[in-house]
């Protein structure tokens, strides 16, 4: 079945330790996308990649890291630096602007 | 900036009903619109993807409209049944931007 595949679903992190959210896809999408998503508040994007090797800062970027070495993958790194990292994290996939987009079922980080 | 608004936040009804979600969004420069359902804890579901020329779409029990001049769009359920429960999240790509922009969501509880 083609989708995309989140890993884990559960994470903890301890403070000052940097953390790497897995995305991977088999839908052939070109574009890849982190979202983050906090009680109350809608998604919020943090990084967008519309092709390997290429990627570009969102609303929220600070503090993650992201590398898109292979088309079927775009993992997230959340680093010391980002001060409130507990939320659920989405990754979402398109084949561009113009089409539907898809997510998979998200990681939920929490700080220890 | 884009902007988008879901209302109600919640909205409880009891089985069988017909109900509409309403988003509403302030540049209306959009590439398309797309409906989500997410249950508590789970990733977003593709619902409805309407383009920018479009007026409708329909999948089933679901129907949702666009009126791009005003900034508009609603998703009505029909025939409303317990497994609806679930938030619905509206969703627009502006053409000056990449990724989708999304409103807060509707928590929707069907009682039976």
């Known amino acids: 079945d083609g989708g995309i595949t989140q890993s884990p679903k559960y994470l903890f992190r301890k403070e000052g330790q940097n953390v790497t959210l897995s995305c991977e896809q088999n839908?052939?999408?070109?574009?890849m996308y982190w979202y983050r998503q906090d009680p109350g508040q809608g998604l919020r994007l943090i990084y967008y990649?519309?092709?390997?090797?290429?990627?570009q800062k969102g609303d929220i970027a600070e503090g993650y890291s992201v590398s898109r070495e292979k088309k079927e993958s775009f993992p997230l790194t959340v680093t010391s630096a980002q001060k409130n990292p507990t939320a659920f994290y989405l990754c979402a996939s398109d084949l561009g602007r113009n089409t539907e987009a898809f997510f998979g079922q998200g990681t939920r980080l929490t700080v220890v | 900036k884009q902007e988008v608004t879901q209302i109600p936040a919640a909205l409880s009804v009891p089985e069988g009903e017909n109900l509409v979600l309403n988003c509403s969004f302030t540049?209306?420069?959009?590439?398309?619109l797309q409906w989500f359902r997410q249950d508590p804890g789970k990733g977003l579901t593709s619902l409805l993807l309407i383009q920018s020329s479009q007026r409708e779409q329909t999948s089933g029990r679901l129907n949702a409209s666009l009126d791009k001049s005003s900034g508009r769009s609603t998703l009505y359920i029909a025939a409303s049944q317990p497994g609806d429960s679930a938030t619905y999240l509206c969703a627009v790509r502006t053409q000056a931007g990449t990724a989708l922009i999304f409103g807060k969501g509707t928590t929707l509880s069907v009682s039976s």
């Open positions: 839908l052939n999408h070109d574009a």
């Open positions: 540049d209306s420069a959009i590439y398309n």
């Open positions: 990649s519309q092709i390997v090797n290429d990627f």
